[in-house]
């Protein structure tokens, strides 16, 4: 539908005006929430994904393309609510430990709202112990840890480490990601699995889900 089309396009070029306007109107024509996100809003957030993917967009696009798409949310979400209509997955993240940077967490956090994932975002320095109580609390199906530094990377091992201990391991599944990071790292820290980019991220936490 073409109403559909425009959204999605509105998010691509990142016009939260023309976004919030197409939710509206989308809306407004009868469409059914779910339709109006899934073919609409993150259909839109999938491009803006291959393209973060394929370099032909850097950060800012990616960053005005999510203001955009949560221009459509903010319109969406109580209509969602109203449908019962329940998010892909719970999905905690944060920057561990000692480690104060935020953009590709940022950044990874928008990518999976975007892409229908509920979003529990801790922040930064965020300790082993204030990751298991997020998943205590939401039920999360999914960990994302973040590190800059490779001084604070050894915290995503103490992490999981945690998980662990609290009986919560196996019900979630821990990706990582962040500059210094590699497979092999992932790996040996006993992590599910490894994302170099905001875009893969969400590739992957999709194949979690499918799995489980």
Not at 83 to 89: F, W
Not at 115 to 139: C, H, M, N, R, Y
Not at 161 to 177: I, P
């Amino acid at each position: 539908m073409a109403v559909l089309e425009d959204l999605a396009a509105s998010v691509i070029s990142g016009s939260a005006p023309k976004t919030e306007e197409y939710t509206n109107a989308a809306l407004a024509s009868g469409l059914a929430p779910v339709d109006v996100l899934t073919k609409g809003l993150i259909a839109g957030m999938n491009v803006v994904g291959q393209k973060f993917k394929a370099n032909e967009f850097y950060v800012p696009e990616v960053l005005i393309a999510a203001r955009a798409m949560k221009a459509g949310m903010k319109i969406l979400r109580p209509k969602l609510a109203e449908t019962g209509i329940k998010p892909e997955a719970k999905f905690v993240v944060g920057t561990v430990k000692g480690d104060l940077h935020d953009i590709g967490k940022n950044l990874v956090a928008m990518m999976m709202e975007g892409a229908g994932f509920e979003v529990i975002d801790l922040g930064v320095d965020v300790t082993p112990e204030k990751f298991v109580e997020a998943v205590k609390t939401s039920q999360a199906e999914i960990i994302g840890m973040s590190a800059l530094l490779t001084t604070t990377m050894l915290n995503m091992k103490d992490t999981v480490a945690a998980l662990n201990e609290s009986g919560l391991r196996k019900q979630v599944k821990v990706m990582v990601g962040g500059a210094p990071l590699t497979q092999s790292f992932s790996d040996e820290i006993g992590a599910d699995g490894y994302a170099p980019d905001a875009a893969s991220a969400v590739d992957l936490a999709r194949q979690f889900l499918q799995k489980s």
